[in-house]
């Protein structure tokens, strides 16, 4: 068959409810909805041919239409952030603020990052006793270990993210001004 033999109610009309629920269950937003489903309806009209030749051209149909709504979804979220208002208008106050939390936020991701790339064993010992404060005693019932054991995995991981932070350190050979 070629393409000037599908029509509209042979590929679309036996599913449109359907696609309709699927955009909207991704979507969520009647505007976008109906955009979005315009869009779909565009791409499988110029396909219709493969569509129509597929063997299921019921799955290929909801297919585009999900692609279409997880392409609408992408350019709100692109949309929403490029609408941000940017530093420049704020006070400089406020940039310095809205500046320390992002460098705290990179800062804090790298350090759980590097604790991460630790062996499991220092890793669980340096997240209780340093993020978490634990005593050793209590980290050692949690590992089921000795405290003599612990203290050695938090200084061994100490050491290990010492080395692999160090750029972090604002005094780099030790000199700390009071």
């Excluded at 208008?89 to 990179?106: H, M, T």
């Excluded at 220092?122 to 050692?140: F, G, H, S, T």
């Excluded at 019932?141 to 692999?164: D, F, K, P, Y």
């Amino acid at each position: 068959m070629k393409d000037r033999d599908f029509s509209y109610n042979d590929l679309i009309r036996p599913c449109e409810s359907l696609m309709t629920r699927v955009v909207w269950r991704i979507v969520r937003n009647p505007q976008d909805a109906e955009d979005t489903l315009q869009d779909a309806l565009s791409i499988i009209w110029k396909k219709r041919g493969l569509v129509g030749e597929h063997p299921n051209p019921q799955a290929l149909i909801l297919k585009i239409c999900i692609n279409a709504a997880y392409d609408t979804l992408r350019k709100r979220r692109r949309h929403k952030r490029d609408e941000s208002t940017p530093l420049h208008f704020y006070s400089q106050e406020e940039n310095y603020r809205g500046l320390d939390k992002l460098v705290q936020k990179e800062t804090e991701t790298e350090i759980l990052d590097a604790i991460g790339r630790l062996p499991r064993k220092q890793a669980i010992a340096v997240l209780m006793r340093i993020v978490k404060e634990q005593p050793y005693e209590v980290i050692a019932q949690a590992m089921g270990c000795s405290e003599t054991t612990v203290r050695i995995h938090v200084a061994r991981g100490r050491a290990r993210l010492n080395q692999w932070l160090a750029h972090l350190n604002p005094y780099p050979h030790g000199e700390v001004t009071k």
